[in-house]
């Protein structure tokens, strides 16, 4: 099994910025395909960004295309996403997920999540 666990979220005013952070442990974490998914409370969740195991594949969800980027580094088995600019309508619970799928940015083709990190964005 592939086990996740992101941390770094937190509550920040507009325009404020936030990097959050996904360890991987379980499995070799080079092989697996991973993104950032987004869940508002009542709301389906959501694509935010993805990137292949080699990162030469990356894409993300209009929203955020010019303010999130997503990064990893497989010599700590650590995904990242880089939120800049945030704004109150960014505001959800954040996941990580990880897929045996080289790449893809479909909810139902990633099998393991984490439990997830709050981003409130408020003044």
């Known amino acids: 099994q592939v086990h996740l666990v992101e941390s770094g979220g937190g509550v920040v005013p507009p325009g404020g910025s936030l990097r959050l952070s996904c360890v991987a442990s379980g499995q070799t974490f080079r092989a697996l395909a991973m993104a950032w998914f987004r869940q508002v409370p009542g709301k389906e969740r959501e694509f935010v960004a993805a990137?292949?195991?080699?990162?030469?594949?990356?894409g993300y969800a209009d929203p955020v295309k010019d303010r999130f980027t997503i990064s990893r580094n497989n010599a700590k088995n650590t995904l990242y996403l880089q939120m800049n600019n945030l704004k109150p309508e960014d505001t959800a619970i954040y996941y990580c997920?990880?897929?045996?799928?080289?790449?893809?940015?479909?909810?139902?083709?990633?099998?393991?999540w984490g439990q997830g990190t709050q981003v409130v964005v408020s003044s």
């Open positions: 997920a990880a897929s045996g799928i080289p790449y893809t940015e479909r909810e139902k083709e990633y099998g393991y």
């Open positions: 990137m292949s195991e080699s990162t030469t594949v990356t």
